[in-house]
């Protein structure tokens, strides 16, 4: 497996909550392997929403998530899960996992900074 896959999107009403999901590749042993969730809504620019490091559990979150959002791993299935709740008509994006390697804490937040990432799934929240 070369890229992560995302599973979860859906249209819901504001004030919902979804989960979306995430397979990684596996890459459990590298160093600071980080699985991170950014979006992009429509016309706007891709950003960051939040990450976590597969060894350590260091999680970091946007501020317009956090307190929202909670970022999770499954050991077992390798797989990263991203909890939403409380959800605004502004998170409607198109919503991707990427992976990384080697990510110092100060850059987690950069798109740059992953190497991996998967096709997407469209979250769209209606008011």
């Known amino acids: 497996q070369v890229q992560p896959v995302e599973s979860g999107g859906g249209l819901v009403q504001a004030g919902d909550s979804l989960r979306l999901s995430c397979a990684t590749s596996?890459?459990?042993?590298?160093?600071?392997?980080?699985i991170g969730w950014f979006r992009q809504g429509p016309g706007k620019d891709r950003e960051f929403v939040a990450a976590i490091r597969w060894s350590s559990r260091t999680t970091s979150y946007a501020d317009s998530v956090r307190g929202r959002f909670t970022i999770s791993r499954d050991n077992a299935k390798t797989t990263v899960s991203l909890q939403m709740n409380s959800l605004k008509p502004e998170d409607t994006a198109v919503y991707y996992c990427?992976?990384?390697?080697?990510?110092?804490?100060?850059?987690?937040?950069?798109?740059?900074?992953?190497?991996?990432w998967g096709p997407g799934t469209q979250v769209t929240v209606s008011s």
């Open positions: 596996g890459r459990t042993s590298s160093s600071h392997y980080t």
């Open positions: 990427a992976e990384g390697t080697g990510i110092i804490l100060s850059s987690i937040s950069r798109a740059a900074s992953y190497a991996y």
